[in-house]
C-alpha cells in the first residue's frame, strides 16, 4: 500500500485539496520511520559523495559589469518612483518595532503622502458639507476657511514628502522644520477656532481635531529625525 | 558577508547608490550562477538567469524586508525565473552535460586527472537534468549549494519534513536512474 502511494505522481502534490496535505503527512511519516531505521541518506552515501565532489563552477568573466550595464541603465521616472513609494511596506507600526526607526527614505516620503491625503481628503469632505450652510460673523468666516486650510495643509504635507524623497541633507533638514511649522499652523487654527466659538461640543471635536494634527505632526517630525539620523554626512 | 554589512550595501542603494549593488553581485554571483546551471544544463541559459535574478532584485529592492535574509530571498528569486524558464522551454529536450559545455578550466582540470571520474560526473549531471524538476531544484539547493533543510524550505515555501522527504525522494530515483543507466 505504501509503495502504491509512494509511486504517486508528485504532481498530485501541487493540486490544492486536502490530499495534499495527506500526502505531506505521509511524506513526514516516511521521513520519521526512514530516521527510526537509519537508513535516510546512508543508502545515499555513494552518489551524495559523487555530487559533493562536483566543483562549482566560476561566474563567467565580466559578469558583474555586464549585470551592472543594466542596473545603471535602468530608468527612474516619476512612475517608478511613485510605484517605490507607495508599494514600500510600512513597517514604523509593526508589534516588534512601534515607532521605529524609519530606515528609507521611500517610507519617511510615505507617511508624508499619507498625512497629506488624510488632510485632503477631510478637506474636500468638509467643504461639500459647508457648502450650503449660512454662517455669520467672524466664527463662520473663520469656520468656513477651515476646508481651505485642509488642503494648503495637505499640498504643504504633500511637498514635503516629495521634498524627503529627494533624499538631500539640507532639503531633508528644511522638511523638518516645515513639519514644525505645519504642528504650529494646526494649533494656531484650532486655538482660534475654539476662541471664537462658544458652542460646548464644537469645542469639543475642535480639541480633539487640534489634538491628533498635532500628534500626527510629532509622529512625523519624529519620524523625519530618525531618517536623518540614518543618513551618512 | 556578514548581515549588517549586507544591511548597510542594501541601505546605500536603496539611497540612489546604484554601484553598492556591485559588491552584492560579486558576494552572490557565483552560487546563483551555479543554481541556475545545474538546474538548466545549459551555461548561456544560466549566465542569462543569473542576470535576470539580480535586476529583478535589484528593481524589487524597496520590496525587501530587512529582517529577512538577503541570500534566501535572491534564491526565491532565481528558482522562480528557474521555474519559469523550464516551463517556457519545457524541459523534456536532452541537454548537454555542465561539465561537457561548463566552465572549460574546471573541466579540464578534473577530467585529466582521472577520466572514470570524469565519466561518472557527466553521468550525474545527465541523470539530474532527468530528474523533475521540483526534485531537481531541492537536490542542487541540499548538495550542490550545500544549503541547510530549513533555509531550503524557507526559499521553496515548503515544510521542512517535506523537503526532507523530497530530497530522499530525488536521490532514490536518481540511484535508480544511475543504475539503469549501467545495466
Given at each position: 500500500m505504501n509503495l502504491i502511494l509512494y509511486k504517486?505522481?508528485?504532481?498530485?502534490?501541487?493540486?490544492?485539496?486536502p490530499a495534499c496535505d495527506l500526502l505531506l503527512f505521509r511524506e513526514y511519516i516516511f521521513y520519521k520511520i526512514f530516521s527510526l531505521k537509519g537508513v535516510y541518506m546512508d543508502e545515499f552515501t555513494d552518489i551524495i559523495k559523487k555530487i559533493t565532489a562536483t566543483q562549482p563552477a566560476d561566474m563567467p568573466a565580466g559578469f558583474t559589469a555586464r549585470v551592472m550595464e543594466h542596473v545603471l541603465r535602468e530608468p527612474v521616472g516619476i512612475r517608478n518612483h511613485l510605484r517605490r513609494i507607495f508599494s514600500t511596506p510600512a513597517r514604523t507600526f509593526t508589534s516588534e518595532r512601534p515607532?521605529?526607526?524609519?530606515?528609507i527614505r521611500n517610507e519617511c516620503a510615505f507617511y508624508y503622502f499619507l498625512a497629506g491625503t488624510f488632510f485632503l481628503i477631510t478637506g474636500i469632505v468638509l467643504m461639500l458639507g459647508l457648502a450650503g450652510a449660512t454662517l455669520e460673523g467672524a466664527m463662520a468666516r473663520w469656520f468656513l476657511v477651515q476646508p481651505h486650510l485642509m488642503i494648503v495643509a495637505a499640498l504643504w504635507l504633500s511637498i514635503l514628502g516629495g521634498i524627503v524623497y529627494l533624499n538631500d541633507r539640507t532639503k531633508v533638514e528644511a522638511a523638518k522644520i516645515a513639519t514644525l511649522i505645519y504642528i504650529l499652523f494646526v494649533f494656531i487654527s484650532g486655538a482660534v477656532v475654539m476662541t471664537l466659538c462658544r458652542m460646548p461640543i464644537l469645542m469639543a471635536a475642535t480639541g480633539l481635531f487640534v489634538l491628533s494634527g498635532v500628534a500626527m505632526g510629532f509622529l512625523l517630525h519624529q519620524n523625519i529625525s530618525h531618517y536623518q539620523e540614518s543618513l551618512p554626512n | 558577508m556578514d548581515k549588517q554589512k549586507e544591511q548597510d550595501i542594501i541601505g546605500r542603494v536603496r539611497r540612489g547608490?546604484?554601484?553598492?549593488?556591485a559588491t552584492l553581485i560579486d558576494a552572490y554571483g557565483k552560487p546563483i550562477y551555479n543554481l541556475a546551471l545545474r538546474m538548466t544544463g545549459q551555461p548561456a541559459d544560466a549566465e542569462d538567469l543569473a542576470q535576470e535574478t539580480f535586476l529583478r532584485a535589484f528593481r524589487q529592492l524597496h520590496r525587501f524586508?530587512?529582517?529577512?535574509s538577503f541570500f534566501t530571498w535572491l534564491y526565491t528569486i532565481s528558482l522562480n525565473l528557474i521555474r519559469s524558464h523550464l516551463k517556457k522551454i519545457g524541459h523534456h529536450q536532452q541537454v548537454d552535460s555542465v561539465h561537457a559545455t561548463g566552465n572549460p578550466d574546471y573541466t579540464q582540470e578534473t577530467l585529466d586527472e582521472n577520466a572514470l571520474l570524469k565519466d561518472r560526473l557527466e553521468e550525474l549531471d545527465h541523470q539530474l537534468q532527468a530528474l523533475s524538476a521540483d526534485l531537481r531544484e531541492l537536490l542542487v539547493l541540499r548538495f550542490?549549494?550545500?544549503?541547510p533543510f530549513d533555509t531550503i524550505a524557507e526559499i521553496t515555501g515548503l515544510s521542512e519534513s517535506a523537503v526532507k522527504m523530497r530530497v530522499y525522494r530525488g536521490l532514490e530515483k536518481l540511484k535508480n536512474l544511475m543504475n539503469g543507466s549501467e545495466l
Open positions: 504517486l505522481p508528485a504532481v498530485s502534490r501541487n493540486l490544492f485539496s515607532l521605529s526607526t524609519a530606515s | 547608490d546604484r554601484t553598492a549593488f524586508d530587512s529582517n529577512r550542490y549549494q550545500d544549503l
